[in-house]
C-alpha cells in the first residue's frame, strides 16, 4: 500500500513539473516576440532533451527514495518475523507431543495395540541387532577380500619384477649406438644402428627397402655415416641395383658400404664404385660380365644383347674407372684370370684393384644391444624348399624343389627391359 502510494506522489511530482514548465513556456513566450527578429531561435530538440533528463533525474531521486523506505519496513519487520517463526515451531514440536501422548493413551485403553507397540519395538531393535551384524560380517569380509587382494598384487608385481628382470639380461642396459663421423678406429671399423641389410639376389623390394631407409636415415640425420651391410649376395636385378646407387649417391650422409663374406656380379658393382667401402681380409668380391639366357628368333636376340650392352656400358664403365683402365681391358682381365670371364679375389687383394677402399680386421657392432637368440627368427627365402603349385607366382625369390627334386631358388619375374646380373656357376637360382 504504501509502494503504491509513493508511485502515485512521484506521478503527480513529474506531472506537476510538467505543468509548471508548460506555463513557463506560455508565459516567456510573448517576451520571446519582443526580440529583435535577427536573435537565433533556441532548439526545440534541445529544449524536450534537457526537460527527459530532468524527468528521468527525479524519477531515478524517487525509485531511490521508495527501495529506501522499502529496506527500513524490512528492517522493522525483521523482529516480528523471527518471532512468528520461533511460535511456528513451537507449535510443530507441542503437536507432536500431543500426537504422541494421543497414542500412548490409546494404547493404554487398547491392551492390543499397546502390544502391538511393544511388538514393533522389538522387531525395530531386532532389525538394528542383524543389520549391525551384516555390517560387521561385511566389514570383515572386505577386511579379508582387502588383505588377499594385498598379497596377490604383492605376488603380480613380484612376478612382473622377476619377468622385467629375465628381460633386462637380453638387453645390453647402458650402452646406446655410437655416431662417430669418422668410423674407422685403426683397423677397426665401428657401425651404428644407421645400417641396412643387402643379403641375398637384390631385387626391386629391396631396393625400395634400402632407398627408404637411406631416406630416413637422412632426415634423421644428415651427417652421420650410414652403411649398407653385405654379408653374401649373389648379385640381382641391374635396375633394383642402379636404383640402389643412386640412394647412395643422391645421399646427404655418407653411405658405406661394408662386406663381410661375399659379393658378386650386381652386388661387387655397389661395393666397387661406392663412396667408401669397408671389408673383411678373406670376404671375396667376384666381377664378370652381364649374362642372361634368351629365348626368341635372331633379331629378338640382337635386340637383347644390344640392350645388355648398355646395361654393361652403364655399370662396368664406372668400376673400371675406378681400377684406372678402359672398359675393354676390364674384360681382357677377367678373361686372363679365368676362363669363365668370373673373377674373384679376396679382399686384401680386392684392395690393391680397387675394387675395395679399407680393409678391416675386426667391426664393432655398437646398436646389438638385444640378444639375438631371444628374437624371432627371420625366415629366409632359401629355407625349407618344397614344391611349388603351377599358378604360384613368384615376387620374392623362393626356394623350391624342380621336376627332378634337386633344390633351386626361383627369382622373381624381370619386367622386359630389366636383367638380372648375378652369380650362378652351379644353376641353383632359375627363372620363373
Known sequence: MMHHTVTTLAILLLTGHASADIQAQKSE???AETKPAEAAKPDPLESIKAETAKLTAEREKI???VALDQTKLDEKLAPRKRALA???IQMEEMKAKLDLAETERRAKDDPALMELRRKNERLMMEYAITKNEVDTEGFEMRKE???IRRRTTALTMQMEFQQKEGESRSYAIGKTPAYPKDPLVGKKLVLSDRTISLNGVIS?????TVADRISYFNNRDPEAPIFIVIDESPGGSVMAGYKILKAMQGSTAPVYTVLKSMAASMAACIITVSEKSFAYPNAVILHHQLSVGVMGNLTQHRE??????EWWKRLADPVAAKMGISREDFIKRMYAESSTGDWNEFADDA????WVDVIVEEIE????LRDPSSQPEKQQSNQSPQRLGQNQVVTEPVATLDDNGKPICLLPRLNPLDAYWLYNPDSYFRMQ
Open 365 to 368: 657392432e655398437t646398436a646389438m
Open 63 to 65: 525509485a531511490a527514495q
Open 304 to 309: 637383347t644383347v644390344k640392350e645388355l650392352e
Open 204 to 208: 626391386g623390394k629391396q631396393a625400395d
Open 351 to 354: 684392395q690393391k684393384l680397387k
Open 145 to 147: 577380500e582387502n588383505s
Open 29 to 31: 513566450a510573448p517576451h
Open 86 to 88: 520461533e511460535i511456528t
